[in-house]
């Protein structure tokens, strides 16, 4: 195990690894139920959506920790899960026996650019500004997600969001489990963010905030997956919208993915691991459309584990087995309350801001277009229209400012396929 994942080199341990993957699993793992749901409002059954997100997200780390040796997470992207039920299903009308064709088609595009020097070229034609800003708004969306899990803020008629119940026990709750996650956090005490999800846990359980009732083992439906399971169909191939829309979907997967593994890879401080990782998650979303799901992405959450000492493709391994034997018992998985897993969030999404300062605030054609897609990640919900704003600002402001010589002509490509996307999403 040393010798395959270099864990010296790393600087790290076998210990480190299965804890940073438990964590890593702890953050994620509301994924299973969270997807299935989304993939049931476009007519995939849920008992079926779960088995499928399971073994996607197991397949998709397995795959990233072997081949690429990081700890980042594949699992089905919230955002690109929507897209696929409410975007192609409902809206485009598409089934989403068709929708899964698309997915598969995304992932072949996506091998394609990233097995070639299509991915240098892309990589290299993003302005650092622009990497920098995804980190940071997805920063700020780790935190709104921690906030909003724990009841801490609310949607609000009137003034889009609020504050919260302050008086709720899940928010009280929440709220002692941030103070002890920074306190452990900043003492480097070991297992720091595991041992706050224990505490926070055992103290929401221990004031009525989640309880074991209803614990089980369940055996899982695989009758009902296998209705699922390969059920890609192709009727809609002679559509130029189906071809359109598969081109649309692995556009938004690159940049993401593109966006995500930069910020990953910088935690890490490893970024050459970017190209492999990139392959790996290609690879990823092809498996994606034959288990029956949307698009497998980079996790955010991937920063949970790095932040507690994953350094290698063990952490990812052991989150992937995690998910495995999760599919016997669901309901356990439920047991571990947003109060638990909400002040992670918000620890690692403040840890991300700091790369603010590597954004120069001297030039407004830099700083404009990067500082619009830190405030539209979150505000959106939505990690690709966010990159989408601001990829299409840059080459325009550098033009309108004769500085159109500092943009790579792939730069301009890849706003041009943005405005694409838009047209495909909104006007068809």
């Given at each position: 195990m040393e010798r395959f994942f270099n864990l010296k080199q790393h600087g790290t341990t076998i210990g480190k690894e299965f804890s940073a993957g438990l964590i890593s699993y702890i953050t994620v793992v509301y994924i299973i139920i969270v997807n299935a749901t989304i993939l049931a409002v476009a007519g995939i059954p849920m008992e079926a959506g779960i088995i499928a997100t399971i073994l996607t997200s197991f397949v998709g780390c397995v795959i990233i920790g072997f081949w690429s040796n990081t700890p980042i997470l594949l699992i089905p992207g919230m955002g690109l899960n929507a897209m696929f039920?409410?975007?192609?299903?409902?809206?485009?009308?598409?089934?989403?026996?068709?929708?899964?064709?698309?997915?598969?088609?995304?992932?072949?595009?996506?091998?394609?650019?990233?097995?070639?020097?299509?991915?240098?070229?892309?990589?290299?034609?993003?302005?650092?500004?622009?990497?920098?800003?995804?980190?940071?708004?997805?920063?700020?969306?780790?935190?709104?997600?921690?906030?909003?899990?724990?009841?801490?803020?609310?949607?609000?008629?009137?003034?889009?969001?609020?504050?919260?119940?302050?008086?709720?026990?899940?928010?009280?709750?929440?709220?002692?489990?941030?103070?002890?996650?920074?306190?452990?956090?900043?003492?480097?005490?070991?297992?720091?963010?595991?041992?706050?999800?224990?505490?926070?846990?055992?103290?929401?359980?221990?004031?009525?905030?989640?309880?074991?009732?209803?614990?089980?083992?369940?055996?899982?439906?695989?009758?009902?997956?296998?209705?699922?399971?390969?059920?890609?169909?192709?009727?809609?191939?002679?559509?130029?919208?189906?071809?359109?829309?598969?081109?649309?979907?692995?556009?938004?997967?690159?940049?993401?993915?593109?966006?995500?593994?930069?910020?990953?890879?910088?935690?890490?401080?490893?970024p050459e691991s970017s190209k492999k990782s990139l392959q790996a998650t290609a690879v990823s979303v092809l498996s994606s459309g034959v288990f029956g799901t949307s698009p497998t992405v980079a996790s955010v959450e991937t920063a949970a584990g790095i932040t507690a000492g994953g350094r290698t493709g063990l952490t990812s391994i052991v989150t992937g087995v995690m998910f495995l034997v999760s599919i016997l018992f669901i309901p356990v998985i439920k047991m571990v309350p947003a109060s638990a897993v909400s002040p992670i969030l918000i620890l690692i999404g403040v840890l991300m801001l700091q790369n603010i300062v590597n954004i120069s605030m001297d030039d407004f054609t830099e700083s404009f277009p990067a500082l619009l897609i830190i405030v539209l990640i979150p505000l959106t919900y939505s990690i690709a229209d966010g990159m989408a704003i601001g990829f299409i600002l840059y080459p325009l402001m550098k033009l309108l400012m004769g500085k159109g010589k500092e943009i790579h002509p792939a730069l301009y490509m890849i706003a041009i396929l943005f405005i694409s996307n838009f047209v495909i999403q909104y006007v068809f």
């Open positions: 039920t409410y975007t192609i299903v409902q809206s485009g009308g598409f089934k989403w026996q068709e929708a899964l064709a698309m997915v598969f088609v995304s992932g072949l595009i996506f091998i394609v650019i990233v097995f070639t020097p299509l991915a240098k070229v892309i990589t290299s034609s993003i302005p650092n500004s622009l990497k920098e800003a995804i980190t940071i708004g997805i920063g700020i969306l780790l935190i709104l997600i921690g906030f909003d899990n724990a009841g801490i803020i609310t949607s609000s008629e009137h003034t889009l969001l609020a504050i919260g119940d302050l008086s709720s026990p899940t928010v009280i709750i929440t709220f002692i489990g941030l103070i002890i996650t920074v306190l452990l956090f900043i003492k480097n005490v070991p297992g720091n963010l595991l041992l706050s999800i224990l505490i926070t846990s055992v103290l929401s359980i221990w004031f009525g905030g989640s309880g074991s009732e209803g614990l089980s083992f369940t055996t899982p439906d695989f009758q009902q997956y296998f209705g699922v399971f390969g059920q890609l169909s192709w009727g809609a191939a002679g559509n130029i919208v189906f071809w359109l829309t598969s081109i649309s979907l692995a556009m938004v997967l690159v940049f993401e993915n593109i966006g995500l593994i930069h910020g990953h890879s910088k935690m890490l401080k490893r």
